[in-house]
């Protein structure tokens, strides 16, 4: 795969890009030439810089393969799940469904304080589809980057919530739902009058209660956000170090590792919903 331990990381922990290069635009070759481009050119990073240099547009073509995958993965097993239940004895798959939808279920009811049909199915979908994304640190470190390398790619990350883009993608969904409901609840009078008077309800005190506010509104997204990638990531370093280490090492460290994650896992699936719900309560709480 890669030549050394800084581009075998290097090639773990970049992600395959896909972007714009704009005309003039010096391209290091492979075999150390540089080539200009003479126009505009969308094409694949080849390098860290070259995927930087494509700037805010460029697309993470690995995190939204395998996001959208998991995605379809999570809805064919619950369709295959509904349309073969029974009200007899229930097979493996229906077991596990309806135990996570009356987790998801309870969990919402305990947590959520408004009354809203979205929340629950909201809950779910993100309680398995950030499980499933995040399962994928479970598959061996070396063999989806190796095909992805032996098929010609540069680049390759396996797990989207070890991309802050995907995490980020996912906690900007549920800003918006935030603040959606606040001002479909408290309408837009209510929800400004909200941030300008809280904690402080005195007109003095506008300018102080709107910096705490509209600074606390912007946390609940990054919190959501890069607490899903630092563990995610840091999950996926350890696992890349470990794999640089010799082969009678690597299983001795390999495992307990992989173990650890049996709990990491669904827990930060776990943390994400369960943030989620009381986001949108505390959206939902009309003072």
């Known amino acids: 795969m890669a030549g050394n331990s800084q581009e075998y990381i290097s090639h773990h922990l970049t992600n395959l890009t ?6 003039g ?9 540089e080539t200009e481009l003479t126009t505009d050119t969308w094409t694949m990073a080849t390098s ?3 995927a930087q240099d494509m700037g805010f547009m460029a697309f993470h073509v ?6 959208l995958a998991m995605g379809i993965l999570f809805a064919w097993l619950f369709r295959k799940a509904a349309k073969s ?9 229906q077991n596990v469904v309806e135990t996570v939808v009356e987790f998801v279920d309870n969990t919402v009811k305990e947590t959520f304080h408004g009354r809203n049909p979205l929340v629950a199915p909201l809950a779910l979908t993100i309680f ?20 992805a390398h032996a098929a010609g790619l540069p680049f390759f990350k396996i797990v989207p919530t070890a991309d802050p883009n995907g995490t980020l993608g996912l906690s900007l969904g549920v800003f918006l ?8 609840v408290k309408g837009v009078g209510g929800f400004a009058k909200e941030l300008s008077l809280t904690p402080f309800n005195h007109p003095i005190a506008i300018p102080f209660n709107l910096f705490l506010e509209v600074l606390g509104l912007l946390t609940k997204p990054l919190s959501l956000a890069l607490r899903l990638f630092g563990n995610m990531y840091a999950g996926e370093v350890v696992f890349i170090l470990i794999a640089l280490l010799p082969f009678y090492l690597q299983w001795v460290l390999n495992v307990p590792w992989a173990i650890f994650h049996i709990l990491v896992i669904p827990l930060q699936a776990f943390i994400f919903m369960v943030l989620t719900i009381v986001y949108l309560s505390q959206a939902h709480e009309d003072h």
């Open 85 to 93: 239940a029974t009200s007899g004895v229930p097979g493996k798959l």
């Open 62 to 67: 690995d995190s939204l393969g395998w996001s």
């Open 25 to 33: 635009y010096v391209r290091k070759n492979a075999d150390g030439t």
């Open 128 to 147: 398995v589809w950030v499980f499933l994304m995040n399962s994928l640190k479970w598959v061996p470190v070396d063999i989806i980057p190796g095909i």
């Open 18 to 23: 896909y972007g714009k290069l704009p005309a």
């Open 48 to 50: 860290g810089k070259e």
């Open 177 to 184: 739902l935030i603040i959606f409901y606040s001002i479909k």
